[in-house]
């Protein structure tokens, strides 16, 4: 999909907490490129809430949609449904795209109904996570070689199941693990994956959303960080810093690198003033990292393009089972 002449007519499915603190904030953030034609749910009443705080329709039936009525259908419903979902929405795939929820499928014969997913194209995997602007400006630092050759990926009390890993490999050239050793802590297990070329990635539990902290190793220096940006004590080599203004957060940085590193946060100020229901800046954040994703679709992307719906399979069932196993081989999909 190349950059839309006109606004990209989206369909979201869904009306649970994703939908309002989420997707549909993120779609008002890209109003210029996309028209949301209506919220569907499995309850009516639900959808038709969701929908009008955007001031966009409630659509009862997506039966009443024809192929050809919209660019871009966003799935945000529990796991186990999605596929059932993605049945009833069928009739409108061919020539839309698909942005869905992680880990794509909920069990272990949906493996069996990819097919389903395949019938849209291009598909986006909504991993809002590993798209929040503080780790996309660790990768950027990461491929521009600031680092050097990076070994091993470590994070402390920040990074939960396939979200972590999904993270982790984005910082290592999305690699696919070769295989998981997990061990039971207090509150959680320690994960450790390895790649191919001696690279390993670390995951210590338990996890605490905004809290915690990362270090990524180089040939060349390490970069440590908290996820917020606050100031950790002893950092090695380069860190993460939070830029702030008079209203709060506005940004971050690297410090300690040849280069200068930085990303600004344009949407932040707009985010406040919708007053979300969970108007966290942990969750303004990830908005930004969902509203990156969905724009992968017509922009150069370097992470989301290359994602797939197999790699959010995959890096759910390998870190679901590193949770109760203690070693997993991770033969890819």
Known sequence: MTQPSSRLRALVVGSGYRVRNAFLPALSLL??????????????????????RWGVPAIEDPRSLRPGDIDLALVSVTVTN???????????????????DTPGVGRLDDLARLAE???????????????????????????????????????????????????????????????????????????????????????????????????VTGSRTTLTGDPMGHPISNPKGASLRRIEDDNGIAGFAIDGLEQPFQIDL?????????????????????IDGLAQVISSLWTDDPVNTRYRLEDAV????????????????????
């Open 31 to 52: 109003d210029s490129h996309i028209e949301v034609v209506g919220v569907h749910s499995r309850t009516y009443a639900n959808a038709t809430r969701a929908a009008e």
């Open 82 to 100: 999605n596929v059932t979902v993605l049945k009833s929405l069928a009739h409108l795939a061919p020539g839309a795209a698909l942005v869905i």
């Open 117 to 215: 997913f395949r019938r849209w194209s291009p598909i986006r995997v909504g991993e809002d996570f590993m798209n929040m602007p503080q780790y996309r400006l660790v990768g950027e630092a990461i491929r521009a070689g600031a680092l050097g050759e990076v070994s091993r990926v470590s994070m402390s009390e920040m990074g939960y199941r396939y979200h972590a890993l999904a993270l982790v490999r984005s910082w290592l050239d999305l690699l696919p693990p070769k295989s998981a050793r997990g061990r039971r802590v207090r509150g959680g297990v320690d994960i450790e994956y390895r790649f191919r070329g001696g690279k390993i990635g670390e995951v210590h539990e338990p996890y605490r959303q905004s809290e915690g902290s990362f270090s």
């Open 266 to 286: 344009p949407y932040q100020a707009t985010l406040r003033e919708m007053k979300l229901e969970d108007d966290s800046e942990f969750n303004l954040l990830r």
């Open 314 to 333: 995959a890096d759910h069932l390998v870190s679901w089972s590193a949770r109760l196993l203690p070693w997993v081989p991770t033969p890819r999909l």
